[in-house]
């Protein structure tokens, strides 16, 4: 902009950035009013003055805003004039460059002595300012370079020694309030709640205003946080949780308890001092308690190792087995093994068992202990135990009489029988001897032996046993029988004595004498009592010889010689027979 002659400018009309070269002597002035600039930077070159109520005398000039330079170097002069009133920089800058002494009030050419407090001045010599030093007196006619500003304030937000965060700055003009900002900082374990000056002596709250007219740095003040420890017992005794400030002092609760179990600890240490964060510790627990379970066969049940043996139990039949366990861990191993030998909890250690999944069976015959090992997830072993189980299906047997016989004298009767529970005669127990027998005494009418195993298998006999022996009369071959037989044999009473006449043996054909056999005791008797015994052969006669012809004495010799042979016979018989008679 050139400007010729006084010119009038309104303290709106200024653009962002202008420059006025002043022709001659000529003014940038505003003669009515006073110049206030709030626009963009202005340049004021040559010889003309920058004045404000050069005729009524009452018109400051401000400046609010933009960088303003009268630069008179080359020049005759560049004045900046005002009468009784002042200049005001409440923001940007009014610099003189070349002839400070220019300056003049009242038409003096004299510093402005009532420099309002919200402004300073600096005077130079490098004609860009940066020797400019902070002045109070009218050194500047000295100087080349003069330079008017705002007095500012910087406030400075810091995070102190223990924050976290950057810097930051906020330029506070004269008389005005900054907003103080809200928590710019972080710290472990603390909120930022407000801001406090180096000595901790003045407080800020967050958003709250600053107005002093100087220049502050800020630290936060810190607040702790609270933080909460929960304790998870993982079903032990109940702990209460810990709420505290950070950094402050934990004194760890008593142990939990829980039933079955021993505490050995938490999932992570108890904190000395508060941490910066709220946790959960978790209990951990070792099982101490040992699974428990039972075995079961039929109606009968066992819930623990048996180190008394007891006698057992007796079935007939098959009997199914099953095994039922359970832990306070939720888990249990179940195995078990049958055997008929009696084991010590020690002597199963070293065994072999077989997994249960399901009920099985035990057969007869034969003798079973089962035994069962439960192991939980901590290794606790319990060990089951049942009684002796004998599965036996077979009878027992009685000797030494038969069913249905009749005796008449006291009988021996012999059981055979392992597992023996009664024996009885006509519902009357009786004991057995080392030998398993007893006893059966003579009684009237019949008696009924019943012997019962433990199993319930059971064998009967009935008989009679009477006191001596009453008729029957005893043959050659079957003693005398009243009811049983008794007695010895009589060799004198044939049952079946057959009669055989004699028979003349003939030239061809042998002969017979007469005699008698006996189809029961095989026997051959010469007399029809069946005293006399004789053999066989003697039964028998020789076939007839044939005499010699005539003329031929060959033959004669044994002639006479069966001849003699045959009378010899003859007469030893009668012979015999006549002593007898005389007997």
Known sequence: MTLNGQQMLGATDLPDTLTVVLIGNNVFENDKRGISHTGGDLLIKGTGALRAGWIENKNDIIIESGDIVLDSRGTASGALGTYDNRLVVKGGTLTLIGDPSALYRNGAHTVIADLIPGMRMLAGNAADGSDATEISDETYKDKTYLRFEARTYRVIFAPGNDGTGSSTTIIKDYDTTVTLPGALFTRTGYTQTGWRNADGTKTYPLGGTYTENAGITLYPVWTPNRYTITFDTAGGSEIAPITQDYGTNITAPADPTREGYTFIGWDREIPTTMPAENITLKAK???????????????????????????????????????????????????????????????????????????????????????????????????????????????????????????????????????????????????????????????????????????????????????????????????????????????????????????????????????????????????????????????VTAKLLQAPQTGDNSNLMPWFALLFVSGGAVICTAANKRKKQQK
């Open 285 to 539: 627990w070792k099982d101490i308690e040992k699974p428990t379970g039972e075995i079961i066969i039929g109606t009968n049940k066992w819930h623990e190792f048996l180190n008394k043996f007891p006698l057992g139990l007796f079935f007939k039949d098959t009997q199914e087995v099953t095994i039922n366990a359970s832990d306070n861990s939720g888990t249990v191993f179940v195995s078990y093994l049958v055997t008929n030998r009696d084991l010590s909890e020690t002597e199963l250690g070293s065994l072999v068992y077989r997994a249960y999944d399901e009920p099985f069976l035990i057969e007869p015959n034969g003798e079973y202990i089962v035994y069962a090992m439960l192991v939980d997830e901590s290794l606790n072993i319990t060990y089951l135990r049942s009684d002796r189980i004998t599965l036996d299906k077979v009878r027992p047997v009685i000797t030494g009489i038969e069913d249905g016989k009749t005796y008449c004298e006291t009988q021996t009767v012999t059981v055979d029988e392992k597992y023996i529970d009664t024996v009885t005669v006509n519902g009357t127990a009786v004991t057995l001897d080392e030998t398993g027998s007893f006893p059966l005494s003579p009684a009237d009418g019949e008696q009924k032996i019943v012997v019962t195993d433990k199993a319930g298998n059971t064998a009967e006999m009935t008989v009679t046993v009477n006191d001596g022996h009453t008729g029957g009369t005893a043959t050659c071959t079957e003693r005398a029988v009243c009811e049983a037989e008794y007695g010895e044999l009589d060799p004198k009473n044939h049952t079946n004595l057959k009669h055989f006449p004699a028979k003349a043996a003939t030239k061809t054909t042998e002969g017979n004498i007469e005699y008698w056999y006996c189809d029961g005791c095989g026997k051959y008797y010469s007399d029809k009592d069946g005293t006399k015994e004789i053999k066989k052969a003697d039964t």
